[in-house]
């Protein structure tokens, strides 16, 4: 079973393009847009999401990672620029610790995996929205104070869950979200022995991971503070995370 991947633009070097918990690729299309001027760029949706909601086993973040890694193999990529939003920045850190030489550089926006707090309830009634109504509700509670809620991104994310099936799926993925209330931890001393150019993008009104988990982090990372934004950063500043992604894979 392949993974979907939206595939846009040419280059040397490629990009990744990792959606949040309950998303789709369509979560990147203006920075996607933005980077094929210059790089070959693939959104995926993760396994369990999407078009790929058949993918088998597909939910966790260690077995969005074996996907993702053996799809890669298969376009002969040898080498990726992987950019990763909340549970795509805890499967795109898993991968570096996974095959550091298969990844040029890292962007984690308001990454999973790095504290143990999650709001889990509210992801837990992200997961079972299935109309307008409920997902807005959601989704204003995901983005920051002064940043508006889209027609455009309901639009996308509830046609990534219309297929029968999908918001049983993602009730199923979010069910093992955490253990006891908690989310599991990527090792530190993995993440501390990364050499690759990485950054560390958080919003400081984030209500779903909280953003002090971006304090604490290795030494090496770059890490951006946006004290107004909230967990949703590819939707509520694409141009400043483009900027980000864009110095980070060059510095790779």
Known sequence: MALFARELGRGSETIALLHGFGGSHAAWTHIQERLADDVATLAYDLPGHGASLSYPEGGSAKVAA?????????????????????????????????EPDRVASLTLLSPGGFGSEI??????????????????????????????????????????????????????????????????????????????PVSVVWGGLDNVLPARQAQGLPWQFAVHLFPDLGHMLPGEAPDEMLAIIQRTARNG
């Open 66 to 98: 074996q996907a993702l890694l053996a799809d890669f193999a298969t376009r002969g990529l040898e080498r990726v620029h992987l950019v990763g939003h909340s549970m795509g920045g805890a499967v795109a850190a898993l991968m570096g610790i996974m």
């Open 119 to 196: 709001n889990h309830r509210l992801l837990t009634r992200y997961a079972a929205a299935h109309d307008e109504a409920a997902l807005r509700g959601c989704m204003e509670a995901m983005y920051g104070w002064m940043s508006p809620v889209s027609d455009a991104a309901i639009a996308d994310t509830l046609a990534a869950r219309a297929a029968p099936g999908a918001v049983e799926k993602l009730v199923a993925i979010a069910a093992g979200l955490v253990r006891d209330g908690r989310q599991g931890l990527l090792p530190q001393d993995r993440l501390e022995a990364l050499d690759m």
